[in-house]
């Protein structure tokens, strides 16, 4: 059965930059059929894509976070990341990581882990 | 992007049915049947309900159905259930090659 599984710090200062790794298990990272994606839901609210990347490195961004979202990849420690940059209150969310398939539907979801911005 | 249009609420009783309705764009629902279905309890983790439109994955319960007709794709639940209550989400692949959700539905079993 894959798992996901979100690390990184539970509390970013405004204008850092917010990190998070995802581990996958019981599964391949480099699957051809299958993207790797982040969702966020700040308190209270909806779902939002930041972005997804494939196996050897491409990757699609949300058009409104494209300017501070990075998306790596790292397929021998069964790894991706995100990276994003002058963090605000506004980043303050749980954060998702998710398998997607080639039209970026998510069937497979971490627990999530929330991260705050704040001094 | 914007978002995809779904009710704030909707409620039914035990053993009713319900529908959701996911309204896009001739950019995304409107032109690609890649449209999926989440439920979400408090505190939890979003759940794969329903996939290209009308799949369902193994487990999920034959109560929930998709369809979609133009520019709205819906998700109906037939026999309510108290652990129905929930919020649901749909979401689109669109022609920008991006994904984009809706605001969620609220469900309340009355």
């Known amino acids: 059965q894959l798992q996901l599984q979100e690390s990184g710090p539970g509390l970013v200062k405004p204008s850092e930059t917010l990190s998070l790794t995802c581990t996958v298990s019981g599964g391949p990272i480099t699957s051809s059929g299958h993207y790797w994606g982040w969702i966020r839901q700040p308190p209270g609210k909806g779902l939002e894509w930041i972005g997804s990347i494939y196996h050897s490195g491409g990757t699609y961004s949300n058009p409104s976070l494209k300017s501070r979202v990075v998306i790596s990849v790292d397929t021998s420690k069964k790894e991706f990341s995100l990276k994003l940059s002058s963090a605000t209150a506004a980043d303050t969310a749980v954060y998702y990581c998710v398998r997607q398939d080639l039209q970026l539907q998510i069937d497979y979801w971490g627990q999530g882990t929330l991260v705050t911005v704040s001094s | ?110």
């Open chain 2, 1 to 110: 992007q914007s978002a995809l249009t779904q009710p704030a609420s909707v409620s039914g009783s035990p053993g009713q049915s319900i529908t959701i309705s996911c309204t896009g764009t001739s950019n995304d629902v409107g032109d690609y049947d890649y449209v999926s279905w989440f439920q979400q309890h408090p505190g939890k983790a979003p759940k794969l309900m329903i996939y290209d439109v009308t799949n369902r994955p193994p487990g999920v319960s034959s109560r929930f159905s998709g369809s979609k007709s133009g520019h709205t794709a819906s998700l109906t639940i037939s026999g309510l259930q108290s652990e129905d209550e929930a919020d649901y989400y749909c979401s689109s692949y669109t022609s920008s090659t991006t994904l984009v959700f809706g605001g969620g539905t609220k469900l309340t079993v009355l």
